[in-house]
């Protein structure tokens, strides 16, 4: 086995990785840690032990900072001390892939079918139960197809009829045919997508607002990377606990989310800004606005192209 770090013709010693001199305990050039020499199954062990360990504490520290510290880790990063934690996007990316597939395990999904009723020439599309809506509900001796024939039959005299009235068409007989699961599953492989528009563009909003002092665009980004984590973690956290605990505990546990999620926002922002108390409400309010409807616009448009891409 070859040594862990060899010695120059001075004595010094050198990274067995790439050669340079060794100063301290890892490499100024590449970064490998300064080993010792294995010689034993205990010594193998020992330095197993101490990078998982290590490992835990970064990732531990990271989750306890984001959970619990609003702010900090956007803080943090910006001022350089990174080394501690890890690294937003990867933070980013690890946790939305937990979320998504928690929501799309299962675990008492109701079945879901969406209903296309007009009014006044403008469609409206709502998600329902289907075994819970009487007009929807299959008729004794029904075929799927003969139920398919009977309900979908959508009315549109707006802008772009010769385009709407197909694609209408097409996301109720496949709503109604699968009870909205098809839909359901290429909504949810899709947001992820919409999340790469939809969080930048949150950024650009947060610019405007944090004129002066002149920020960069990408340290509203940064806040928006941290704060989305947080949101993936916590409402993962939340769709688990609704499996577990009995419905009664659903609408406390639910105000519990939505009023911790508030509260976190605002210090992040008060915390990452350093503006006053009541600067911070009133943009805090304005964002919370801009949130909800660029939420519920990029849901609308993913259920959509969803439909749309069927």
């Not at 469609?123 to 139960?129: H, L, M």
């Not at 990408?218 to 993962?236: C, D, K, P, Q």
């Given at each position: 086995m070859a040594p862990a770090a060899v010695r120059d013709a001075h004595g010094e010693p050198n990274c067995a990785n790439c050669g340079a001199v060794l100063t301290g305990r890892f490499c100024s050039n590449c970064g490998q840690r300064r080993e010792h020499e294995i010689h034993s199954i205990w010594h193998f062990t020992q330095e197993a032990t101490e990078d998982l360990t290590h490992a835990d504490s970064r990732l531990w520290s990271t989750m306890s900072a984001l959970m619990f510290k609003p702010g900090l880790l956007t803080r943090e990063f910006l001022a350089g001390r990174r080394v501690r934690y890890l690294p937003p996007l990867r933070l980013y990316l690890v946790l939305s892939v937990v979320f998504f597939l928690i929501l799309g395990s299962g675990g008492g999904h109701e079945s879901r079918a969406i209903a296309v009723r007009t009014g006044a020439g403008k469609?409206?599309?709502?998600?329902?139960?289907p075994n819970q809506a009487n007009i929807l509900a299959p008729k004794p001796g029904e075929t799927p197809e003969q139920r398919v024939e009977r309900l979908c039959h959508p009315e549109y005299d707006g802008p772009l009829r010769s385009f709407v009235l197909p694609f209408l068409e097409k996301g109720c007989r496949r709503s109604i045919l699968d009870n909205g699961h098809t839909i359901g599953e290429a909504t949810l492989h899709n947001i992820p997508r919409a999340m790469f528009i939809f969080v930048p563009a949150l950024a650009v909003v947060m610019k405007l607002m944090y004129w002066r002092p002149r920020?960069?665009?990408?340290?509203?980004?940064?806040?928006?990377?941290?704060?989305?984590?947080?949101?993936?973690?916590?409402?993962?956290?939340?769709v688990l606990l609704l499996r577990l605990v009995p419905a009664v505990l659903d609408d406390w546990i639910q105000l519990v989310v939505w009023g911790?999620?508030?509260?976190?926002?605002?210090?992040?922002?008060?915390?990452?800004?350093?503006?006053?108390?009541?600067?911070?409400?009133?943009?805090?309010?304005?964002?919370?606005?801009?949130?909800?409807?660029?939420?519920?616009?990029?849901?609308?448009?993913?259920?959509?192209?969803?439909v749309y891409a069927l």
């Open positions: 469609p409206s599309v709502s998600v329902i139960d920020r960069h665009y990408v340290e509203h980004l940064l806040f928006f990377v941290h704060t989305h984590a947080f949101i993936f973690a916590l409402f993962g956290l939340y911790y999620t508030a509260y976190y926002l605002f210090v992040s922002m008060r915390r990452v800004y350093g503006q006053g108390r009541f600067i911070t409400f009133v943009k805090y309010t304005a964002l919370s606005f801009t949130y909800l409807i660029g939420a519920a616009l990029t849901l609308a448009l993913t259920v959509t192209y969803s």
